[in-house]
């Protein structure tokens, strides 16, 4: 039986530092070699995530989410996402897949926090619902 699964993720961050988030990817175990997300490298972006969803983002007081490019992406080469939201802020980058019940999947993402501050004061959620 098919159904539907969503994955998200959560950006929250304080002074001034940014997550940069790549590589995304979901597979089922059955049939590795296929990609289950759309533009899950962010490289179909120009200046939003194409083929992803944001939510929330007018409670960041600064920088939401954007694709971007350069040496804080997994490839300098290539796009990627960049999230600035400022707590108490937060926003959401997400997008829907299709799922067989009983099936295994693996997710995998490449994460970086960059910039100077504390970082306990810096949040970052991953969930599929």
Known sequence: MTTS???MF?????????YYL??????DN??????????????????????????CTSTCSSVSGQITSG???YLPTGNCFMDGCDAPGIDFLGQSFST???H???V????????GGFPNANRFYADIV
């Open 108 to 115: 995998s993402f490449w994460l970086k926090l960059s910039n």
């Open 22 to 27: 790549d590589t995304v990817s979901v597979v």
């Open 100 to 102: 067989l019940i009983g």
């Open 71 to 73: 040496t804080n992406c």
């Open 30 to 55: 059955s049939a590795s070699t296929i990609q289950l997300l759309n533009n899950p490298n962010f490289e179909n972006s120009t200046t939003t995530a194409t083929s992803w969803v944001q939510w």
């Open 10 to 18: 959560g950006f929250q961050n304080e002074n001034n530092r940014e």
């Open 5 to 7: 699964a969503i994955i």
């Open 104 to 106: 295994n999947y693996t």
